[in-house]
């Protein structure tokens, strides 16, 4: 019998759209409070984007709830903010009217590195774990708000690739995206990378399969032939994997649920020792919700009392 060994860092995706309408906080608060981080043995938590109803106006209350609802003590009882990692979508982005200034709110409730929020998302509570990030951020051309860090053979990164309009398809930072990938996985490389985990709010298909999608299949085909990989996105709304390169069986593509349909995904990545092969696992943990996320749900529901 195969020996499987949970490889590091096991991890917790919060599913995208939450929370949308009011209902949604309700659920939203309730998933949050019955995470204990040390029980589930996840070390942090990944929320793919679209924080608001993609119509609804953007203010900066849009952002600065959300941001409440997590680190809410009665929500942040047994995990670490510090934890929680976010990427973008194109709700709180380029589908807002003034895209700088939607752009000034994220960062500031949410960014990374030198726009370390309040509650230090996306910092890692592990001060053994360096988490690099893409700062810069003009006309729209850079990946401000990419992040990575590298622990027991597997390279996590963060992109800011949104869906929606124009500008969240701009080729030159869907390109930057993917040569902040290429050059991660570079470095990396010597130091006996196994997996790679990617988060980003839009597919690498579509208006992005040209500057991403096609080189990012290319270089694991052809340069990390034996690296096992994932892209994680939202935009879709439907849970579902699929291999989206036929001559590699080594990449999948995971699809996550909106939020008010299911809970937050538990991915562990696993090792199979005598194989020495790395696979991810990933736990549904209940599935879909039988009468959704509402208010009169009191089984999937809970109040923030804030």
């Not at 929320?47 to 849009?62: N, T």
């Not at 208006?207 to 999608?213: D, E």
Request: charged content about 20%.
């Amino acid at each position: 019998m195969h020996q499987l060994a949970l490889s590091s860092y096991p991890f917790l995706l919060i599913q995208i759209t939450v929370p949308y309408r009011k209902d949604d906080r309700y659920c939203l608060n309730k998933q949050l409070r019955e995470l204990d981080q040390e029980e589930m043995d996840f070390k942090f938590m990944a929320h793919v984007g679209d924080i608001k109803y993609g119509k609804s106006p953007c203010y900066e209350s849009s952002f600065k709830d959300i941001t409440e609802i997590f680190s809410h003590p009665s929500n942040a009882l047994n995990y670490d903010t510090r934890d929680c990692f976010f990427v973008p979508g194109d709700n709180e982005y380029n589908d807002c009217q003034d895209i700088d200034q939607a752009w000034q709110w994220w960062m500031q409730h949410f960014g990374n590195g030198n726009f370390t929020n309040e509650n230090g998302f996306g910092t890692l509570s592990d001060p053994n774990i360096t988490v690099d990030y893409q700062l810069e951020h003009g006309n729209y051309s850079s990946s401000a708000g990419n992040f990575a860090f590298f622990t027991d053979s597997v390279l996590f990164m963060g992109l800011n690739q949104v869906g929606g309009g124009l500008v969240g398809d701009e080729s030159t930072r869907v390109a930057n995206n993917y040569q902040w990938v290429e050059e991660n996985i570079a470095r990396h490389n010597n130091t006996d990378l196994r997996a790679i985990v990617v988060f980003a709010h839009a597919t690498m298909t579509s208006q992005r399969r040209r500057y991403f999608g096609d080189p990012f299949m290319r270089l694991l085909r052809e340069e990390y032939p034996n690296i096992t990989a994932i892209y994680v996105h939202g935009d879709g709304h439907n849970f579902q994997t699929n291999q989206p390169d036929p001559n590699n069986p080594n990449l999948t593509d995971l699809e996550v649920d909106g939020g008010d349909e299911a809970d937050p995904l538990l991915i562990s990545v696993m090792h199979d020792i005598e194989e020495d092969m790395f696979s991810f696992n990933i736990d549904v943990r209940g599935g879909y919700y039988d009468l959704g996320c509402q208010a009169g749900n009191v089984d999937k529901t809970w109040s923030s009392n804030y």
